[in-house]
């Protein structure tokens, strides 16, 4: 139905709780495809003007993500970037057969 594109910063470190990641995914972007492939779309669809900040761990959250968390006041926000995609597509009929998205963190 879409490709997505993004472009994505990751970081990784291992903590005493274990191994902790932070993504941050701009540039969102799709196209339309009819069969199934994982081509260069080159510049699709803009999706989202904004930046998805993800934070992973395993256990509890781990205090540089609380600071962040205090510090830029980010609060969790359902977000999927195919959901996303489906109406800026002209899909948006699709949309209701998707599952919802994990939550992330969007910064505008």
Do not use: N, W
């Not at 990784?12 to 009819?34: C, F, K, N, W, Y």
């Not at 781990?62 to 977000?79: G, H, N, Q, T």
């Not at 489906?86 to 969007?106: D, E, K, R």
């Amino acid at each position: 139905i879409c490709q997505i594109s993004y472009q994505r910063t990751a970081r990784v470190q291992m903590t005493e709780a274990g191994p902790i990641r932070l993504t941050l995914d701009t540039d969102i972007s799709a196209v339309s495809v009819h069969a199934v492939s994982f081509d260069d779309a080159g510049t699709g669809t803009t999706v989202a003007e904004r930046v998805v900040l993800e934070l992973k761990f395993r256990r509890f959250m781990p205090a540089l993500f609380r600071e962040l968390v205090a510090d830029f006041a980010l609060s969790p926000k359902p977000f999927s970037k195919y959901r996303t995609a489906l109406p800026a597509l002209g899909l948006a009929g699709i949309a209701t057969i998707v599952q919802p998205a994990p939550l992330s963190c969007l910064i505008s």
